[in-house]
Each structure stands twice: as C-alpha cells, then as structure tokens.
C-alpha cells in the first residue's frame, strides 16, 4: 500500500472514530437513564482513543472489501455496502460498546461502595444492541460519505 492511501486510511480512521464515538457514546449514556455531562464526556474520549488505534491498526477499508469479495459481492453495489457496513460495524462496535459499559459499571460500583445491586451482563447486552444498531447505520451513512470527501481532498477519484 503507498503513502497516500496510508494517509487516506488515517483520516477516514479518525473521522469514523470520532463519529461513532460521539454517537455511540451519547446513545450509551442517553439509554442508561443516568445521563451526565461528565459520564459523556468520559465515556467519548476513551471510546474515540480505542477507535482511532482500531482505525489506524486495522486497515478497515482492505479487511471489508476482502470479505466482500470472498462473500462473491461487489463493493460497489447495495447488497456489498450493507456486508462491508456489517463487517466494519462488528469490528468497531463490540468493544467500543464493552469499554463503555465496562467504565459506567465501574463508576456506577465505586459511588455506591460496591452495593449498586447492577448486573454487568444486564447493562452490556441491552447497549450492545443498541449500539449495534446506532453503529451499523452510522457506518452505512457515513462511510461512503467520508471517502468521497477523502479522496476528493486527496486530489483522487473515488474508486
């Protein structure tokens, strides 16, 4: 892979992440019930550091055309976009998710001393659907979107 498209893949890396981090971080925080300014504001910047290196560790863009080839679709089609948003949405999802939780269950357990009567699994599994679902759309929106910005930016067509 050359330089440019290295560098393509950092900003399409950063841009993503970020989204995905502001919204899954604001409907993380919104369907507890207990939102806060600072819980948001936690819960984003250690979601966005944990996706940004996702990003940029995991060449995202080779991993879900790959996957789309080897399912016989074209990237380019509908049905080849909803498989690529999938596969890049089980990358970034379920461990932006995990962290999430993990951090408002921590919080959540040290304010009561230990004594929050709360179920880790029970608060994981409902904000992992939800952010399944939120994260699968954002990335089916915006992916496309962000790249033709991208590669315009970078003096490219878009493939």
């Given at each position: ?20 981090s502001?919204?899954?971080s ?86 009561s ?39 315009k ?7």
């Open positions: 892979m050359n330089e440019q498209m290295r560098k393509i893949g950092r900003q399409m890396a950063l841009r993503m992440g970020l989204l995905m502001f919204c899954l604001l409907t993380g925080t919104l369907s507890s019930g207990h939102f806060t300014p600072i819980g948001f504001l936690m819960s984003f910047v250690v979601s966005s550091v944990i996706s940004i290196c996702i990003g940029f560790i995991i060449p995202i863009g080779k991993v879900t055309t790959g996957a789309c080839l080897k399912a016989g679709l074209k990237p380019e089609t509908l049905p080849g976009r909803l498989f690529e948003s999938l596969i890049s949405n089980l990358i970034y999802t379920p461990l932006m998710t995990f962290v999430m939780v993990f951090l408002a269950y921590s919080v959540a357990m040290k304010q001393g230990g004594m929050a009567q709360l179920s880790f699994v029970n608060m994981f599994i409902p904000s992992l659907v939800i952010c399944f679902i939120v994260g699968y759309v954002l990335i089916f929106i915006f992916q496309p979107l962000f790249m033709k910005q991208i590669m930016k970078n003096g490219r067509k878009p493939e």
